[in-house]
């Protein structure tokens, strides 16, 4: 049973965990909660977004999408932060907006804005 998004990792190599660390506190607006040389852990509205110093960052194949009440200046925010717009923002039927960005890194991180959900139940 899939219970919804619990965690999303991010790859990055371990010279740039520092800067990785910062920009996501940018990014999510948190600190971290779990911060070592081997993983930083951000607790983001309930959920991990996770930095890992180990393996290749860039496109796996799969894309986490992170909720947001207005998706354009969402992307129009992280944008200013360093990330890069892959898939601009598009609407997929149902009022749903999604948007691809990869962090200053070269990962995949999916924007969603999706009025079907309440965004104030997770924060």
């Given at each position: 049973m899939i219970l919804g998004l619990r965690t999303f990792?991010?790859?990055?190599r371990p010279e740039q965990l520092d800067a990785a660390k910062a920009w996501y506190?940018?990014?999510?607006?948190?600190?971290?909660?779990?911060?070592?040389?081997?993983y930083v852990g951000f607790n983001v509205?309930?959920?991990?977004?996770?930095l890992h110093p180990e393996g290749e960052p860039g496109p796996g194949g799969t894309v986490a999408y992170w909720g947001t009440p207005?998706?354009?200046?969402?992307?129009?925010?992280?944008?200013?932060l360093g990330a890069t717009v892959v898939a601009p923002?598009?609407?997929?039927?149902?009022?749903?907006?999604v948007a691809t960005i990869?962090?200053?890194?070269?990962?995949?991180?999916?924007l969603i804005q999706n009025p079907h959900f309440d965004v104030n139940a997770v924060r």
């Open positions: 990792i991010a790859h990055v506190a940018q990014f999510d607006g948190v600190v971290p909660y779990f911060d070592q040389s081997f509205g309930g959920f991990e977004l996770g207005d998706i354009v200046s969402e992307v129009a925010r992280v944008v200013a923002v598009q609407d997929v039927g149902g009022d749903i907006k990869t962090d200053p890194f070269g990962n995949s991180i999916g």
